[in-house]
């Protein structure tokens, strides 16, 4: 058993615990193991030492937070806690954008700001400003497709390329594409939704339309890629983890002089036939260290969808670990039986 002394010095406690604890009583929840009592400036953490100094770690950000004067919201508290946001990158964004809010990365519909909400995905806009070529990987729900997108309109507003090209492969995950309705446009613009999901996000109805009638904004499935020399665009090939590696080279050398590039993939979660293998893993092998070409990888750690995602993942990501382990040890022993 551990007990930690929080003197909470420099701030108003109220700020911090919130009206009637509500914000308190969030730690709490997110720490069950634990005993965790306030008095006046002092806070009392009792448990597990692990457990502990985990939950102090969170308090402390939430006091630096609260004393560099950012408004400490109750989704601000979940973000902290769920490792959603860390206190270093909000004050890098303090610091970077000032009273302008500099650091958006573009302004969506309604003026809505748009930004990276993680350590990660912050880490990707800067990777993708610094290279031409960037993969980003990582499990559902950490934006990925959204910051790339948002990174690709800003491109266009800016006037830096002058079409937006977004790609994924057309890959079956347990449906048959002959038994939808439709003609082929029917059948293909479910895969991708998400694509145009993040683009009405970002831009007015009337723009957008007169984009995509326009051939400004390209939306289309990876097999309309071949034969083409994509330049002066900003593309994105998302859900990479679903292309075999003669879709990905393909893709890759359809790029121009001026193209820039996000790949972004979920290892964990691949839709290709049991006889076909994801090309992803041996583009990231193969082009490791050339030059402007850059990777990240994002974890559960900065997941922005439902706090409940994070804890799914994590649990998948150990059920997959433990069916590796049970798998190698099998192998192992039918081997040492042959033998």
């Given at each position: 058993m551990s007990e930690i002394i929080l003197k909470i010095d420099g701030i108003n406690p109220l700020e911090l615990y919130g009206e009637k604890n509500s914000k308190l009583n969030l730690v709490k929840k997110a720490f069950p193991a634990l005993?965790?009592?306030?008095?006046?400036?002092?806070?009392?953490?009792?448990?597990?030492?692990?457990d502990a100094q985990k939950a102090k770690s969170k308090i402390e950000q939430l006091v630096k937070l609260v004393r560099n004067k950012t408004p400490l919201s109750t989704q601000k508290v979940k973000d902290v806690l769920n490792g959603n946001m860390s206190y270093e990158l909000e004050q890098e964004e303090a610091e970077l954008n000032g009273p302008t809010?500099?650091?958006?990365?573009v302004y969506g519909r309604n003026a809505k700001a748009i930004k990276a909400r993680t350590r990660n995905?912050?880490?990707?806009?800067?990777?993708?400003?610094?290279?031409?070529?960037l993969f980003a990987i990582g499990p559902a729900g950490t934006g990925?497709?959204?910051?790339?997108?948002a990174l690709a309109v800003r491109a266009l507003k800016t006037k830096m390329v002058r079409k937006i090209i977004l790609t994924r492969p057309a890959v079956e995950a347990g449906e048959?594409?002959?038994?939808?309705?439709?003609?082929?446009?029917?059948?293909?613009?479910?895969?991708?939704?998400?694509?145009?999901?993040a683009l009405d996000d970002m831009l007015p109805v009337e723009k957008l339309n007169h984009f995509m009638q326009n051939?400004?904004?390209?939306?289309?499935?990876?097999?309309?890629?071949?034969?083409?020399?994509?330049?002066?665009?900003?593309?994105?090939?998302?859900?990479?983890?679903?292309?075999?590696s003669t879709q990905?080279?393909?893709?890759?050398?359809?790029?121009?002089?001026?193209?820039?590039?996000?790949?972004?993939?979920d290892l964990s979660q691949i839709d290709l036939p049991r006889n076909q293998k994801s090309g992803l893993y041996r583009a990231l092998?193969?082009?490791?260290?050339?030059?402007?070409?850059?990777?990240?990888?994002?974890?559960?750690?900065?997941?922005?969808r439902h706090k409940l995602v994070k804890q799914i993942i994590d649990r998948y990501e150990k059920a997959a670990e433990s069916w590796h382990a049970e798998r190698a040890e099998k192998e192992e022993k039918e081997k040492n039986d042959k033998s």
């Open positions: 005993q965790i009592t306030s008095r006046g400036e002092n806070l009392k953490i009792s448990g597990e030492k692990k809010n500099a650091n958006v990365i995905q912050k880490r990707m806009v800067q990777m993708s400003e610094a290279n031409d070529i990925k497709t959204y910051t790339a997108v048959n594409l002959g038994f939808l309705p439709g003609d082929l446009k029917d059948k293909i613009d479910p895969y991708l939704r998400p694509l145009y999901d051939r400004i904004i390209e939306v289309a499935p990876l097999a309309f890629m071949r034969g083409r020399t994509l330049d002066n665009a900003f593309i994105i090939l998302d859900e990479a983890q679903n292309a075999t990905i080279k393909m893709f890759l050398t359809r790029l121009g002089p001026s193209a820039k590039c996000i790949i972004t993939g092998d193969i082009l490791s260290d050339v030059n402007g070409i850059a990777k990240i990888f994002l974890t559960s750690e900065d997941v922005v």
